[in-house]
Structure formats: C-alpha cells, structure tokens
C-alpha cells in the first residue's frame, strides 16, 4: 500500500511547481525568519510592488484599474510576487496560479471596457472550493482526494463574470473543521505578526495572506467560526452572511447533504468597503435563479435613522476573555457610548451558551464523524490532535439515529426560538430592540498553536444562524493587558483559556471585534459596522 507521504506529495510539486515560475525570483530573503514577518516586503519587493500592493483599498484599486490608470496585468503580478512571500514567511498557499493569472489579466486589459465591478481585481480563494484554472483540482486537505479534478463554483464564476482575476489559493485545515489551519499535505500556516500563533481556521490561508497583504480581497467559508476567527486573528476584516444568501454548492468537502447546521461563504479583505462590494456584486447577479436553495433577497443596503442601540457581551457564560479582549470592548462600546449610541448588556449566562455547544457540536458530526475519519483511514492519514478535539473529544459527537437526529434538531429550533424571543424582549422597556450585539470573536487575540480548543465564542451564532462581521480594533500590550492573578476559573474549558493568558505569548497580536446581528439582518449588521468605526474615529 501506498505511503499516505507519497500520496500527498503530488500537491505539494504542484504548489512548489507555481512557485517556481515566479519572475523576477524573490530576492534578499532571509536564513531565518523574523517571529513577525510584516516587514519582509520592504526588503525583498521593489517601490512599484510596495505602492500596489499597500497604498490603496479595494475601491481605490478598482477606480484606477478601470481608468487604465494602472493594468491589471501590473497589478496581478505584484500581488503574485507580494503572494509568494507571504507563502515563505508564513505557508498559507496551496497553489500560486502565475500562468493562468497573467493570461487572464492579459485579456482584461485588451478590452475596450472594463467588463463588470471588479474588472482586473486580483482575487484569492480557499482551496476546496475549487477554481476556474484549467485542469483544476481540489483536495480539501484529505490526503485520499489529492489530485482529484475540481472545477468552478457558482460563486466563482459569479465573481469571474464581474471580471476578477483568480490568482492564489490558500491553505485548510484536516477536515477543514479546526480553528487552526493545519494539515499533513501542507503544514502548519503561521500567523504574519506572529509565527508562534496560528491565523486561526479553518480560513487561516486567506487570514495570513491578507494579513501579509498578499491578497487585499479574498473568500473564506465559515461553519463554526472559518471566516471570522481568521480574521480576528489575523487583524483584518470578515463577514460571515447568514447561510443560503451566498452560493456555496459545488465546492470539494464531506458529508454533503448534510443540513443540520450550514456552512456560507463569505467576503474577507483588508477594508471595510470590501465586505459590502462582495455582497451586492453576489447578490446582483440573482444567484438564486441558479441555485434554488438560495434566499431570494438582493443587497438593500441599510440606514439607520436613530442612534443605535448596542448590546455589549462581556463574556459568554462559559469563558472569561483575556484582558486585551476586554479592553477592546471597553474602549470601543466607550467610543460608541460617546456617539451617542445606547449601551446595555448582554447576559449569555440566562442563554446557556454552554447548552448551544452541545447542541452544534453534536450537529456537526451526525454520523460520529465516521465520514471523515473513514476518509483519512483510507489514505492511512494520521489524525491530528484538532480533529480528535473536535470529534473524539466532545461528549455528544456520536453516531445518531433517525430519531435521535430529528429529535437534536427540535433542540436547535427550540433554541433558536427562546434566543429570538429573547432578542425582542429587549425592546419591551423603551420600545427599541437591541440592533446589534458587540462581542469577542474569540476569547483573546491569535491563539498559540495546537491550543484553539475553545469554539464558543463564534460557533454560537452559527447554530442560531446570525450573520457576524469582525473588524481589527488594536493589538495586544504588555502593559495594559496584565493578567489578573486574582481571578478564580469558573469551569475546564475557563481554567484552560486562564492558564493561557500571557501578554508576552500573544506579542504584537491583532485584537478584533464583532458584530452581531439577527438573522437575514446582514445589511444592519454591515451598516452597523460603519456607524461603530464611525465612533472609533474611523472614515
């Protein structure tokens, strides 16, 4: 039989091989790498690279891109190079598509006219969900689907027809259920401001790259906290949709058909703006006349025309966040109190977030796991310590039967019922519900590898199904975010996450936030986003 080491080893080549190709060879590189690796790109990429590739914001880039101003072909061959770099310093690509890239920025710019809203746009994507270049493959990280074919997704083509240039894919991890991305055909992805840190999961290719500004727009995929949980690792912005308003069919995973708690694909990028431009270029292509399981609703952008009200979570009832998260949310629901937004609390603790954990954890894994762990037996892949987590680990992951499922089901729906009513409840007293709830992402900045054992904090709001957008607030510092010594562990999983608090383990990390909203409210949530930044002193 077959080494699972020799089966992999096909992808790899082929992410070496388009590495490879690119021209001019990176220079200056160094023997060793810096724990940040953020100022790389000043020593080993030219002026014109630095200016494209961190000058500008998605908006800015498309206006000059559409005024000739600057070519596509210009601009994706200083993200291609900007790409591989960050692929160097932090292992966050599966493949770097030069020749395809090329040719197709090539083409956009022999055009007369621009040929939609993201004309000439370089655009980086999560490896499973497939791609456009010819000959395509997706693995999703399983050692026995290397080298299978993969073709387009309907978000994809989507985003091709609006005229973006594909160019890299990023790195999962095993099973792509991990808030770590880690896999035995790619490795470890490293976090850009801090390589003992993970960029989280399982979107962390996209969260490094972006991080790195090898990619200023990119695609994730979020079930329990893959699109937000990178992006909070990583300091950049994210937008987990409520499911079934993105198009996600198509795309290379397992267990499909199943419905008990649904994945959506979501924008990440570097700015704010990108996350609405993602939605309304999706939604005004009507996918739903394509895909029937879609939520017919397009992009009606949202306005607010009172101040809002904004529900704070100081912790979830289960796991106190870390001292820079709480910092976060004092200085920021400060900032909005200021604005003259009104400020009240949200008590998790009467919710029983710790009961939404059991629920979606069992929900994940219907079958016990016994899809994806045949998968790697298979391939006789070796079981990482996050996939045992995930699956071995919990208590209610087990083989259910018919009866039992539908009977975990009726607990989802009944939880999701007491959570709405709960939601309105809090306009009962001044006759203004709660618009939005302001959150950790995670209980503190970008977690040390191997250690991201704690779900809660982004998962919840998938088994309720509440679109969430996190955006970057400050970084972690020594000085400001001391342990509190005096502080007693209510529970395991709180005993845990406290033992992990050191300000010097998380130096220069990103500290983000989130945004909370109801669901199918993702419009409010985004115009949410806006007034809070607005508040912070933000454009």
């Not at 083409?107 to 490896?127: A, M, N, Q």
Request: charged letters at 25%; glycine letters at 8%.
């Amino acid at each position: 039989m077959q080494a699972w080491e020799e089966k992999a080893q096909p992808a790899r080549t082929a992410r070496d091989e388009g590495l490879a190709q690119v021209q001019p060879p990176l220079q200056n590189l160094p023997d060793h790498l810096p724990q940040n690796s953020q100022s790389l790109p000043k020593t080993v990429l030219t002026q014109r690279e630095l200016e494209i590739t961190e000058e500008y914001t998605v908006s800015e880039l498309l206006a000059k891109l559409r005024s000739r101003e600057l070519s596509s072909e210009e601009v994706t061959k200083a993200f291609l190079r900007r790409a591989a770099l960050a692929q160097f310093a932090t292992n966050c690509l599966t493949s770097l598509l030069w020749d395809d890239a090329i040719e197709r920025a090539r083409y956009l710019d022999s055009l007369p006219d621009p040929v939609g809203p993201l004309h000439g746009l370089p655009i980086s994507t999560k490896e499973h969900h497939g791609t456009k270049s010819k000959n395509g493959t997706a693995n999703a990280s399983y050692v026995a689907w290397v080298g299978m074919p993969q073709g387009s997704i309907l978000l994809y083509d989507t985003l091709w027809d609006a005229g973006c240039v594909f160019y890299a894919r990023t790195t999962q991890p095993q099973t792509i259920m991990h808030l770590e991305t880690e896999s035995n055909i790619y490795g470890r992805t490293v976090n850009p401001y801090n390589r003992n840190l993970t960029p989280g999961g399982s979107s962390g290719g996209e969260g490094a790259l972006i991080a790195f500004r090898g990619s200023l727009f990119g695609v994730g995929g979020d079930i329990g906290g893959s699109i937000r949980c990178p992006a909070a690792h990583s300091g950049i912005y994210g937008f987990k949709p409520t499911a079934q308003r993105v198009p996600s069919s198509g795309q290379r995973t397992h267990m499909i058909g199943k419905e008990t708690i649904l994945s959506t694909l979501g924008p990440m990028a570097q700015d704010r703006n990108s996350l609405e431009l993602f939605m309304k270029v999706v939604l005004d292509a009507e996918p739903w006349r394509l895909d029937p399981s879609l939520t017919v609703k397009p992009w009606t952008p949202y306005h607010f025309t009172k101040p809002l009200k904004v529900a704070v979570q100081w912790w979830d009832g289960v796991v106190m966040p870390h001292p820079p998260m709480i910092r976060a949310l004092k200085e920021v629901s400060e900032a909005c109190k200021s604005a003259g937004m009104k400020i009240v609390e949200w008590d998790s603790e009467k919710l029983n977030h710790r009961k939404g954990w059991e629920i979606t954890s069992a929900l994940y894994w219907p079958d016990g796991g016994a899809e994806v762990l045949g998968r790697l037996e298979d391939a006789g892949e070796p079981i990482l310590p996050l996939t045992k987590f995930i699956i071995h680990e919990q208590p209610t992951v087990k083989s259910l039967t018919q009866h039992e499922l539908w009977q975990l089901c009726a607990e989802r729906d009944a939880y999701r019922a007491a959570y709405a009513r709960h939601w309105t409840q809090t306009g009962k007293e001044d006759g203004q519900e709660v618009d939005v709830i302001l959150c950790p992402p995670n209980f503190g900045a970008a977690t040390p590898h191997e250690q991201s054992r704690y779900w809660g904090y982004t998962s919840n709001w998938n088994l309720l199904d509440y679109p969430g957008a996190v955006f970057p607030v400050t970084t972690v510092n020594p000085e400001k975010d001391k342990k509190d010594e005096s502080y007693t562990p209510k529970n395991a999983e709180d005993k845990f996450v406290y033992e992990m608090c050191s300000p010097e383990t998380f130096k220069d990390a990103p500290v983000n936030l989130q945004i909370i909203g109801r669901r199918q409210h993702d419009e409010k949530v985004i115009a949410a986003l806006v007034e809070i930044e607005k508040a912070m002193g933000r454009k």
